[in-house]
């Protein structure tokens, strides 16, 4: 195969890296810059920086155009540098012209991205891996069927490839007492939860206890304002004596309204101070404080909306989720809560609540969010509610429990109505809105009858290392050495993935056992802390696969099974996979394809499909940004994590129907749950649940581009930015990454403070022949998708106001462009169209994804064949997602250490 | 205790190069008896204080066309005032090999190329706290300390790393986390019986013996890259090793008397930095250790002066100014006023015969990028009498020094025997007085 750039100037769209010479037999790519701009350093370089007395030390004369090492290299990118920051040709040397600067300093770029590519190619050697933080955690589960954070260790992300690459999974002292002390953990939350199995418990919270402490509330704010107004009257009295008749004049001419009379209570003679009248204590130490207390109790704001809740029906069993009032320690009226009893063991529960929509439950108003820990928790799902009051009813939530929700806080289960308390700022104006209009606040929408938790019934079969420690932790029945020495080995070998560990460490294990014993521990413990030590030693902690260097060899069974685990669930080979292995049966063609079915067809493949999105797509953008909630209201908790599950639910459900990869450029359906499809617009749309919706003709939802989360990463929650959207594009859709944004590029400084549109701003960019090299490239396609605001709604005009500015510019958006040296679109759905005729670019940009996620390694040029063969091969059968895993699978690489 | 020689054999097996430090269960006691004995004159420290997302252009850096004494402190500096003759600003520095506008500290105090190894896309070298550590650290009961921001998710701009410090291997050094978690690990007393202890060392040896064995046994067979990779396991190991050693110099040696009062609640942003100073001063001024660093928070930061721009949004306040701008400033201001309290409190701090720390100490102030994605000209403050700086200057140095020739000036200024430190060209001159 041999790939080869065209010039610059009759450049098609390309769709992977240029400047590539590879052929099919795996012999050494070379990664050359075009000879063409010779003449440019030939003209305007040479002159000082030639071979004789070069200024600076800087000879580039002698700078092969061909890279094949570092060095050269990094000549190369000290060129880039130098031109992308303006500091060559120095300011009295004539310029570059533009053009061909753009030219050169953009081939440049892509050459430098090809020869990091190559000089980094790893030529098939996967580099061992230790487990990473989320298998670590996977891996224990399924060992020990225990739920731990494994938030304290390293994320293993971040670093701008996949978190499998093993080169770039380091280990430390104190990672290692952290796998020791997560191990610990591990073990004594698998014992409780084992010692819990059977135990059968339900708690149930009535919410009309709620009902009680609202009618003590309002009971107490009527009566302070009867205090209030004793003590008006009081004041008012002795103002009204006569021989206070000239200081209440002096009084009455500085104060604005009675409320500010009353504060100089104290120049009237006779008048009582509030604190007699109870509003000094025990919050208010100030008396001045004490008469803006006294004062606000004449009026008590939100006594109307509290009396409110106790005129609908249903009060007497059950109670309305209101809108947050006072602060939450005084009243919790936002939310119906119960806190889980703290005896109960950790383990895995059933989340109950029955509950109802009324009539004025319009369908904006008819959400509700579940969480843990009402204060500061994060909502951990949403919930639609259809019952009646006549028919309410009951939905449930699967939740788990684990030995670390010992606060109060995290024992805390909660409901309340979906965009009633984002933030105080948003609950309060909320309701201010809502009390303008009907001067008491906003309607009372959802009822809610009960809140109960189950434990659920533990599965019949206890995991595989708690299995092994049945019997063995009798402090009264201490086993025998030998018993012991069994356990170890036993548990060790569960650990290790099937592979039994050398009787020397068994020993070494033995002698820290004696050591805790000697220190004082009982048995139990001993043992515990013991087998804490096999969970953070290097067999359990890294994928071996033994080899001779530069002799690539097939890999065994086992091998294979861990790596086919590892990759399709993120966790370790199942009995199943092991027997086949241990059978010898795993390597069959047919057998292999049909486990890897069966791994994707379990649930546990969400330990691929979650972290493989993730990264691919690179959502960590997604938390990047606090969406600017005043421009967007509407945009909630809910509906910013319904957006990112849209993605995964969409290519989950790819995975689980095996469709075409290409529905991800354009489909006639979205994937959406009824918080997402209200915000499409899309009608009848029932249940909580992710599904694929058909969309109308013209819509420009379907696929990526029409996804909120995908225009929510390319903007900063308030304005769009084109550029993000479109490298990103460039980048995921049709694999043609631009460079990194180069380092010392000067700011368009004059641009500050103006009001100009994206498309002036970015015009502006191109002037400059250095930023022109990429941005003519993305910024046609970014500006193409500018029919999408920063949530992901459609719009067609846009706005802008300039700090300190009163105009309001705006403008109509005009998305037609073209594709560099490509067709050109009329409007986002011709866009659309153009990205969606190249579904060979996008799956070779997933292909390269899947293989280095798969293969912990980077994907070089030596993968190329690889590539091309995965493409091939999904190409006969339009894409289907498993066919291109199924190849990979298959491939050579996927069985060769 | 028996395992000990087996154990320094297997690591020089197993790791080659691995040097192993003297442990004094080899009859070396020269340390134990140093943990007992008053140092002798004050000592050199060193303390870096990392920022993330650099500074405002316009507004931090003074004019370049006024090198020396006599310069104007701009609006960002400001707060600093009091204290102009007792800091250098130096401009002109970088690090050539950074090209990651969105890592502030991973290799400020390297100087490392990313990707100097072929193969790997992240690669780093030891930082110049480690080598100030591995020479200045000998008598203290921290070899050298590594504090960073509380925050958990934060954008602070510092980029990957557990904290500043890189080891010799270029692999991350971890560090604490958060104010109360530096405050306990200089004062929480130990309060188990000697021999308890002496136990409980013994049984922490008894799990590094088997988890070596096991890596020993994994190790048979594996490819060189593999046992390469396998070494930062034995690396991580010979590290507790060091620690156990150094810990057991200090069994019944007690912890210093407090100098500030523990702290009761969570802080973050303002306060946080505020109480982190607090701490490093105590740090020094009990001489448990010789050689801090500290990423601070950004993100919390901007949180706690009720700035809600992202962090990393706030750097690129060039093309809109606006709030973006704003928060830039008032981040830069935030930030020198909380360093002029540190220099305050380095002043005030008394040491033997009429000296202060700050006589004793050099303290660095700066970060890797200086704005935006800008990794030119990296704001660089010095403060302190430690290494014999010129202080009171607004230094502007040639263009695209290595950041690493100041760390060089500064690591010799401070004692330690070292001839170069990553990219490292020479010394300044012009920053010694």
């Known amino acids: 195969m041999v790939v080869m750039r065209v010039s610059a100037a009759h450049a098609a769209v390309w769709f992977y890296a240029a400047f590539l010479t590879a052929t099919a037999g795996g012999a050494a790519p070379s990664v050359h810059l075009p000879d063409t701009h010779r003449s440019v350093l030939a003209t305007h370089c040479l002159k000082c920086h030639g071979a004789e007395d070069a200024e600076g030390n800087v000879r580039l004369d002698d700078l092969p155009y061909e890279i094949t090492s570092v060095e050269t290299a990094e000549r190369w990118q000290k060129v880039l540098n130098v031109l992308n920051s303006g500091a060559m040709p120095p300011e009295d040397e004539p310029p570059l012209p533009a053009a061909a600067k753009a030219d050169f300093v953009d081939d440049l770029a892509q050459t430098m991205v090809a020869a990091r590519r190559s000089l980094a190619d790893q030529r098939g050697t996967i580099t061992m891996r230790r487990l990473n933080r989320r298998e670590y955690r996977n891996t224990l589960r399924e060992l020990l069927g225990a739920e731990i954070n494994v938030a304290e260790l390293p994320a293993d992300t971040g670093n701008g490839s996949f978190d499998t690459v093993g080169s770039n999974l380091f280990m430390s002292s104190n990672q290692f007492e952290q796998y020791q002390a997560l191990g610990r953990e591990a073990i004594e939350e698998a014992l409780a939860r084992h010692s819990a199995r059977s135990v059968v418990q339900r708690h149930r919270y009535e919410a009309e206890q709620a009902v009680r402490k609202l009618v003590k509330v309002i009971n107490e704010e009527i009566e302070?304002?009867?205090?209030?107004?004793?003590?008006?009257?009081?004041?008012?009295?002795?103002?009204?004596?006569?021989?206070?008749?000239?200081?209440?004049?002096?009084?009455?001419?500085?104060?604005?309204?009675?409320?500010?009379?009353?504060?100089?209570?104290?120049?009237?003679?006779?008048?009582?101070?509030?604190?007699?009248?109870?509003?000094?204590?025990?919050?208010?130490?100030?008396?001045?404080?004490?008469?803006?207390?006294?004062?606000?109790?004449?009026?008590?704001?939100?006594?109307?909306?509290?009396?409110?809740?106790?005129?609908?029906?249903?009060?007497?069993?059950?109670?309305?989720?209101?809108?947050?009032?006072?602060?939450?320690?005084?009243?919790?009226?936002?939310?119906?809560?119960?806190?889980?009893?703290?005896?109960?063991?950790?383990?895995?529960?059933?989340?109950?609540?029955?509950?109802?929509?009324?009539?004025?439950?319009?369908?904006?108003?008819?959400?509700?969010?579940?969480?843990?820990?009402?204060?500061?928790?994060?909502?951990?799902?949403?919930?639609?509610?259809?019952?009646?009051?006549?028919?309410?009813?009951?939905?449930?939530?699967?939740?788990?429990?684990?030995?670390?929700?010992?606060?109060?806080?995290?024992?805390?289960?909660?409901?309340?109505?979906?965009?009633?308390?984002?933030?105080?700022?948003?609950?309060?104006?909320?309701?201010?809105?809502?009390?303008?209009?009907n001067g008491i606040g906003p309607e009372y929408t959802i009822w809610v009858d009960w809140l109960e938790i189950e434990r659920m019934p533990a599965k019949e079969t206890a995991p595989p290392g708690v299995a092994i420690l049945d019997g063995m932790l009798d402090d009264k029945k201490v086993p025998s050495r030998s018993q012991i020495e069994a356990t170890i080995e036993a548990f060790s070998q569960s650990a290790f993935r099937g592979t039994l560990p050398p009787p020397s460490f068994v020993g070494k294990l033995m002698a820290v056992y004696d050591h805790r014993l000697a220190a004082g521990d009982k048995h139990s413990a001993a043992l515990k802390e013991t087998l804490s030590v096999v969970l953070a030693a290097p067999m359990f902690l890294y994928l071996a696969e033994p080899a001779v260097d530069g002799q690539p060899r097939p890999l065994t069974q086992h091998e294979l099974a861990s790596r086919l685990s590892y990759f399709l669930w993120g966790a370790p080979p199942d009995q199943e996979l092991r027997n086949l292995a241990a059978s010898g049966k795993l390597t069959e063609p047919a057998v292999l394809a049909a486990q890897a079915e069966r791994l994707l067809d379990d649930p546990r493949s969400k330990g691929f499909l979650e972290p493989f999105v993730y990264q691919w797509l690179g959502l960590h953008r997604l938390d990047f940004f606090e969406v600017n909630r005043t421009k967007f209201p509407e945009f909630d908790n809910s509906t910013r994590l319904a957006a990112k599950h849209e993605i995964y639910e969409t290519v989950g459900h790819l995975l689980r129907t095996n469709g075409s990869l290409r529905d991800l450029l354009a489909a006639d359906y979205v994937v959406v749950n009824n918080v997402l499809a209200r915000h499409y617009g899309l009608d009848g749309v029932a249940g909580d649940h992710f599904r694929p919706v058909p969309l109308p003709a013209d819509s420009p939802r379907g696929g990526f581009l029409g996804m909120t989360a995908f225009h929510l990463m390319g903007g900063n929650g308030d304005e769009t930015s084109p550029v993000e959207r479109g490298a990103w594009v460039l980048r995921k859709m049709l694999d043609d990454p631009p460079p990194p944004a180069p380092a010392n590029v000067p700011a368009i400084a004059r641009l500050a403070g103006k009001a100009v549109t994206p498309a002036e701003r970015l015009r502006m960019h191109q002037e400059e022949p250095q930023c022109a090299s990429c941005h003519r490239r993305i910024d046609p396609i970014g500006l193409g998708l500018e029919n999408f605001d920063a949530i992901g709604r459609w719009r067609t005009t846009d706005s802008y106001k300039a700090e300190g500015s009163k105009d309001l510019k705006t403008w109509t958006i005009e998305p037609a462009g073209a594709l560099f040296g490509g067709p050109a679109f009329a409007d986002f759905h011709e866009l659309r169209a153009v990205i969606a005729e190249r579904p060979d670019a996008f799956v070779r940009g997933f292909s390269r994804a899947l293989v280095e996620y798969a293969l912990g390694r980077p994907c070089g040029f030596s993968d190329e064949p690889l590539l091309d063969a995965m493409v091939a091969q999904g190409k006969t059968k339009n894409f289907p997602v498993r066919e291109l895993i199924q190849a990979l699978v298959a491939s050579d690489p996927f069985h060769t250490k | 205790m028996s395992h000990l020689p087996n154990r320094r054999l297997v690591l020089s097996s197993a790791a080659g190069v691995v040097a192993l430090p003297f442990l004094p269960s080899l009859g070396f006691r020269r340390f134990a008896a140093a943990a007992t004995a008053a140092a002798a004159p004050p000592a050199k420290r060193l303390v870096f204080l990392g920022f993330g997302w650099g500074v405002t252009d316009d507004f931090w850096y003074p004019d370049l066309k006024t090198p020396g004494p006599d310069y104007a402190l701009p609006p960002g500096l400001a707060p600093l005032a009091r204290h102009k003759s007792d800091f250098t600003i130096v401009q002109g520095l970088w690090n050539k090999y950074s090209n990651e506008g969105h890592w502030g500290s991973t290799m400020w105090l390297t100087g490392a190329n990313r990707y100097a190894q072929p193969g790997q896309n992240f690669h780093n070298s030891v930082s110049a706290d480690q080598i100030a550590a591995s020479q200045l650290g000998l008598h203290t009961r921290f070899a050298s300390l590594q504090f960073n921001y509380s925050e958990k998710e934060g954008d602070s701009g510092h980029g990957p790393g557990l904290s500043m410090a890189w080891d010799v291997r270029g692999k991350p050094v971890g560090g604490q986390n958060g104010p109360l978690a530096a405050y306990h690990r200089l004062f929480s007393a130990d309060n188990t019986p000697i021999e308890k202890q002496r136990a409980l060392l013994a049984e922490k040896r008894s799990v590094l013996d088997a988890v070596l064995d096991n890596a020993q046994y994994l190790q048979k067979g594996l490819s060189t890259s593999d046992q390469r990779k396998l070494d930062e396991y034995f690396e991580g190991i010979r590290d507790i090793e060091t620690r156990l050693a150094k810990d057991e110099q200090w069994i019944g040696v007690p912890q210093p008397q407090a100098t500030l009062a523990e702290p009761k609640q969570p802080v973050s942003g303002r306060d946080e930095i505020g109480l982190m100073y607090d701490i490093i001063v105590a740090a020094l001024q009990t001489d448990s250790t010789r050689v801090i660093t500290y990423r601070q928070p950004v993100a919390s930061l901007l949180t706690s002066l009720d700035i809600k721009v992202n962090p990393h949004d706030m750097s690129h306040y060039h093309g809109s100014k606006n709030e973006k701008l704003d928060a830039s400033q008032r981040r830069d201001l935030a930030q020198s006023e909380l360093f002029a309290g540190f220099l305050d409190r380095i002043k005030a701090a008394s040491e033997p015969e009429g000296t202060t720390l700050f006589d004793h100490t050099t303290v660095v102030f700066g970060s890797n990028i200086r704005t935006g994605h800008e990794l030119t000209n990296c704001p660089t403050v010095i403060a302190g009498r430690g290494a014999g700086v010129k202080l009171g200057h607004n230094l502007v140095v040639p263009k695209n020094t290595p950041l690493c020739n100041a760390w060089l000036t500064l690591l010799k200024g401070s004692g330690v025997d070292v001839d170069r430190h990553g990219d490292s060209t020479g010394t300044i001159s012009d920053l010694v007085s």
């Not at chain 1, 919790?332 to 009324?358: K, L």
């Not at chain 1, 009402?374 to 639609?384: A, D, I, M, W």
């Open chain 1, 224 to 437: 302070q304002r009867d205090r209030a107004r004793r003590w008006v009257a009081a004041v008012d009295a002795a103002a009204a004596r006569p021989e206070n008749a000239t200081v209440v004049a002096e009084i009455r001419k500085q104060a604005k309204n009675d409320a500010e009379f009353r504060r100089s209570w104290e120049r009237i003679s006779g008048a009582p101070s509030p604190v007699e009248y109870g509003f000094g204590e025990p919050f208010i130490a100030v008396v001045g404080n004490a008469v803006d207390k006294a004062n606000a109790s004449l009026n008590p704001y939100f006594l109307p909306y509290h009396e409110d809740a106790l005129t609908p029906p249903g009060i007497d069993t059950g109670a309305y989720l209101a809108n947050q009032t006072v602060h939450p320690a005084i009243l919790d009226n936002g939310y119906v809560s119960t806190v889980v009893p703290h005896h109960w063991q950790p383990g895995d529960f059933i989340v109950r609540f029955r509950v109802a929509g009324n009539e004025q439950a319009t369908p904006e108003r008819r959400f509700i969010e579940f969480g843990i820990h009402p204060r500061f928790g994060q909502v951990l799902s949403t919930h639609e509610v259809t019952g009646t009051l006549e028919r309410p009813q009951v939905i449930e939530v699967p939740i788990t429990l684990t030995r670390k929700h010992t606060d109060t806080g995290d024992r805390t289960l909660f409901i309340r109505e979906k965009n009633s308390i984002d933030s105080n700022e948003l609950a309060s104006r909320r309701y201010n809105e809502s009390k303008k209009k």
